[in-house]
């Protein structure tokens, strides 16, 4: 049986990412960090960068030099989820957060604060490099509907989004944005009025399928709702359609 997600959405292609990516792993395990900086190193393409503690982290992780970072949650002196918010308060480079394997709690406790990924340690290093690549795709690829790959602007409702700065304005004020809250918005606004499923979402969004249990588009899709509030009518503009996915609501 074919996945369902490639039927529902036609997702962004996957670009080359010909760049030098840019990786701020901030973890106190200094043998997985030489580890993923030397893995990472053999596949070509990235540039790690190091940190052991929190604040370390948090400091270089503000300059914005960086294209992904790669958060722990156990960190000495400052722990990932304060660290996630200060680099939410100033910045929004995609983090993907390490947490520990089976701990539910982490990984919702990350997205939620505003965490684009995550990945359960220990890791596989290869999935680590595809998480990456998929997430600076989507980062640097633009959007997917037609009318903003045409034209950069589109406006639904009272949404406008630009394409080319990733900016989403409601009745011309900017709504602030994750790149993995972006997406999400992309894939449910280039089908509005219609059901989205949700693999076809974590795909377009996150770069892989999701997994068992995994509430990541969920969490994403409540983000949205508090940013951008109910349409003028009052309804919910993002309906969850049980067993499904998620619609976009058009007034008629």
């Known amino acids: 049986m074919s996945d369902p997600s490639e039927r529902t959405l036609a997702v962004l292609p996957d670009l080359p990412v010909t760049q030098e990516i840019k990786v701020l792993l901030v973890d106190d395990d200094a043998e997985f960090a030489q580890l993923v900086d030397e893995y990472l190193g053999a596949e070509g393409g990235f540039a790690v960068t190091a940190r052991g503690d929190g604040e370390a982290g948090a400091r270089s992780a503000l300059t914005g030099e960086y294209d992904v970072i790669l958060l722990d949650v156990g960190l000495p002196k400052q722990n990932g989820f ?16 390490l947490t520990a394997r089976g701990d539910d709690l982490d990984r919702i406790l990350g997205l939620e604060i505003g965490a684009d990924d995550y990945l359960a340690k220990p890791c596989n290093l290869r999935e680590l490099a595809a998480r990456i690549r998929a997430i600076m795709r989507r980062t640097r690829g633009g959007g997917s509907s ?3 790959a045409e034209s950069g602007r589109a406006v639904i409702g009272d949404l406008t989004v630009e394409a080319g700065s990733r900016s989403v304005y409601r009745d011309g004020e900017l709504i ?14 280039a089908q509005a009025g219609e059901v989205v499923d949700k693999g076809a979402i974590a795909k377009h969004a ?6 068992p249990y995994d509430r990541s588009v969920d969490v994403h899709v ?26 976009y609501v058009v007034l008629s």
Do not use: C, F, N, W
């Open 82 to 97: 304060s660290v996630l918010k200060l680099i939410r308060e100033q910045i929004d480079t995609p983090v993907i957060m």
């Open 146 to 148: 037609d009318v903003q």
């Open 176 to 189: 602030a944005l994750t790149g993995a809250e972006y997406l999400v918005l992309d894939a449910l606004l």
């Open 206 to 211: 996150l770069g892989r399928r999701l997994q």
């Open 222 to 247: 409540g983000h949205l709702r508090k940013k951008l509030g109910p349409l003028s009518d009052g309804r919910q503009r993002i309906k969850t359609v049980r067993g499904r996915g998620y619609l």
